[in-house]
């Protein structure tokens, strides 16, 4: 018993340091898609990434998976990036 559950913590969320660091570095890059804050952090905690499983950023980091996250929003920002591109 001892060792399934030193197995299951270990599988556990990521350090209160690291989740921090995740969580601010997706906070950063979803700044370059929408610079307000406020709507950032609502698209943060609530909006469902449908690639991603159906979860939320915040459910991404909490689980470790921020580079998912933050691979999802590189991609978005070169789309729109060449959307602008192809307006010129």
Not at 26 to 39: F, G, I, Q, S, T
Request: net charge negative.
């Amino acid at each position: 018993m001892r060792a399934a559950t030193l197995v299951w913590l270990a599988a556990g969320p990521p350090p209160a340091h690291d989740f921090i660091s995740a969580a601010l570095a997706v906070l950063r890059m979803a700044a370059a898609l929408e610079p307000d804050p406020v709507e950032a952090m609502a698209w943060y905690r609530g909006m469902p990434i449908a690639v991603l499983d159906g979860l939320t950023a915040a459910e991404l980091v909490r689980q470790g998976r921020a580079n998912a996250v933050l691979g999802f929003l590189r991609a978005a920002i070169e789309i729109e990036r060449a959307e602008r591109q192809a307006l010129q």
